[in-house]
C-alpha cells in the first residue's frame, strides 16, 4: 500500500537529477566560453586594487611631505629631509599614474575580450583554452623541429645548447607553462589560473622567438645560412638542409680520400724492396675528356658574279 502510494519518487528523483546534470553541464560550457572574459575582468578587478593601494600611498606621502616641511619650519627637520619626503611624493604620485594606465588598458582587453566571446553553438576548437593550447603545441613542435631534424642540428647547434642563455630562458619558459598546462581543454580552470596559463604562453612564444633569432644569427656568422638569407619558409629551408648535408658529405668525402692516400703512402714506405709493387696507379681526380675536334665542314660554293657590262643592257 505505501509503494502504491509512493510510486512517483523515483521517477521524480531521477528526473530532478537529469536536470541538474543538464545545468550542471551548460553551466560548465557557459564557463568554457566565457573563461578569456572571466579573466580579463579578473585581471582588471586586480589592478583596480592596485591602483587603489597606490593612490592611498599618494596620499600618504603627500601628509608625510606636509609633516616635514611643519618641521622644517619649526627647525626639527633639515632640508634634505624635505627633498627627500618630496621625492617620495614624486615617485609615488608616478606609480599611481602608471597604475592609472594600467587600469585603462585592462579596460581595454575586456571590451576586447568581450567582443571576440563565442556563442553557444561555436566549435570547441574555437574557445579560449583550446586554442591557447594550440598555441602551446605550435610553439613545442617548432622547437621539436630543431631537435629532430639532423639538418637543423648541424646548422643550428645553439637551439639545443642550454649554456646559450636566450635557450635557457626559453627552457625555463617551457617548464613553467608545462607546469601550468591543464590535462585537456575541458579541465575546469579558474580565471585566475587560465590569466597564468596564458602569461605562461606569450612569454613562451616570446623567449622562442628571441632564442631562433639568435640561433640563425650564430648560423649566418658561421657560414651554414647565407648571411644575406632571412628564416626561410618550407621550400627555402629545404634547399639549405640540402646544402648543408651536400656540404657535410663532400667534407666527410675528402678526409676519407685523404686518409687513403696517407695509408697506402705508409704501406708503400714500409714495404720491404724485393716486395712487389702495387700496381694500382695513384688516385687521380677524374677530368673530363677534351671534347673532340669538330669536323672539316665543305668550304661554301662560290657562285659567279656577273660583270657590270652584263648587267647593263646593250645600247641601240
Known sequence: MAIAEFWWVAPAVIGTGAVGWFGVRRQRAAHARRLAYDAARHELRDARTTAAGARAEVRVARADLARVQAERAAGRASSSDVTRARNELIRAQRDARALAAGVRAQRARVAAARAVLPGAASDPARLP????????????????????????????????????????????????????????????????????????????????????????????????????????????????????????????????????DAARSAARSDAPADAPVDPTPPRTTPSSPPAPPAPDAPPPPVWPVPSRSSRRPPRP
Not at 639538418?151 to 645553439?158: G, N
Not at 617548464?175 to 575546469?188: D, H, M, V
Open 129 to 260: 583554452l583550446a586554442q591557447l593550447m594550440t598555441a602551446h603545441d605550435t610553439v613545442t613542435r617548432r622547437w621539436l623541429d630543431y631537435e629532430t631534424d639532423p639538418a637543423k642540428l648541424i646548422a643550428f647547434p645553439v637551439m639545443s645548447d642550454v649554456r646559450s642563455p636566450l635557450t635557457a630562458v626559453y627552457l625555463a619558459e617551457r617548464a613553467t607553462a608545462q607546469r601550468l598546462r591543464p590535462r585537456s581543454a575541458q579541465t575546469p580552470m579558474s580565471p585566475g589560473e587560465f590569466a597564468a596559463y596564458r602569461d605562461a604562453v606569450h612569454r613562451l612564444e616570446a623567449s622562442f622567438d628571441a632564442a631562433e633569432k639568435e640561433a640563425w644569427r650564430h648560423a649566418r656568422a658561421s657560414g651554414a645560412v647565407p648571411p644575406a638569407e632571412d628564416e626561410p619558409s618550407a621550400p627555402r629551408w629545404t634547399q639549405v638542409a640540402q646544402r648543408v648535408t651536400e656540404t657535410v658529405i663532400a667534407s666527410s668525402a675528402d678526409v676519407i680520400a685523404r686518409v687513403g
